[in-house]
């Protein structure tokens, strides 16, 4: 099938593509797209941008504007939390309309797959090396299509709890990115991990969540494997600037 791996980014957007090589130019534009969608948006309304709650979204946005609002308004956070996520869903959904069959787009942790054949194995960074060393494994054809990453610790995004790590399955990566970022504000310590996870229910779309913060690991919903291995640090994306 002749799967490669290749990193582009632009602007804030880091990314790494995994699919046959055909397919990677679509990817590319996919992101650049996407990209345009969110910034022309923003240039009309710019509250877009900085609103940490759900947004009312016009009847004539763009497809993938109302998306993100959808998703900011089931798990009450702004539409701009899910923003990496739907970078790297549009990617994915052009690449499959082109015939990809086999698609991973890796966007700083925000992921966005499509794998009917292929077993995806996906590790879960904390920057603690006492729990950075869990993986998801997810069997092919798998009923999800998104994996998002939030954290209080690692990386430049916005949260307001403590977790090392959250990480969400959904049905794509606009829902999990946005959902990702919901649980991690929940989370303050380790005591109140349980209490966390009812910010979930009643969320269709959701598949299962995983939460690390110290040494304490809490699962919900329903998860694939999950295995220890150790995280090479160059599977890791990060933004190169």
């Known amino acids: 099938m002749g799967i490669i791996r290749r990193f582009f980014q632009l602007k804030e957007t880091a990314v790494t593509i995994t699919a046959e090589k055909k397919f990677i130019e679509v990817a590319k ?9 969110v910034e022309r948006f923003i240039t009309e309304d710019p509250f877009f941008l900085y609103t940490l709650e759900p947004y009312d979204c016009p009847e004539n946005a763009p497809s993938l504007i109302k ?6 308004y089931m798990v009450n956070v702004g539409p701009m939390a899910s923003v990496a996520g739907a970078i790297a869903q549009y990617a994915t959904e052009k690449m499959r309309e082109k015939g990809a069959d086999y698609v991973v787009v890796d966007n700083g942790g925000d992921i966005a797959f499509y794998s009917p054949r292929k077993e995806l194995r996906v590790g879960i960074y904390t920057g603690n090396p006492l729990t950075n060393v ?3 494994l997810i069997p092919p054809g798998y009923p999800a299509g998104g994996i998002c990453t939030s954290s209080g610790k690692v990386g430049p995004s916005i949260s307001f709890g403590n977790a090392d790590a959250v990480t969400i399955l959904a049905k794509d990566a606009i829902i999990a990115d946005a959902a990702a970022t919901a649980l991690g504000n929940m989370i303050k310590r380790e005591e109140n991990l349980k209490n966390a996870f009812r910010i979930l229910e009643d969320v269709p779309g959701i598949s299962g969540a995983l939460a690390i913060i110290g040494r304490k690991v809490a699962l919900w919903g329903e998860l694939p494997g999950i295995i220890k291995t150790k995280i090479p640090r160059n599977k890791i994306t990060w933004r190169w600037f």
Request: glycine fraction near 6%; charged fraction near 30%.
């Open 67 to 72: 998306r993100m609002c959808q998703a900011s």
């Open 29 to 37: 534009k996919g992101i650049i797209e996407a990209r345009e969608i």
């Open 134 to 136: 869990f993986a998801l």
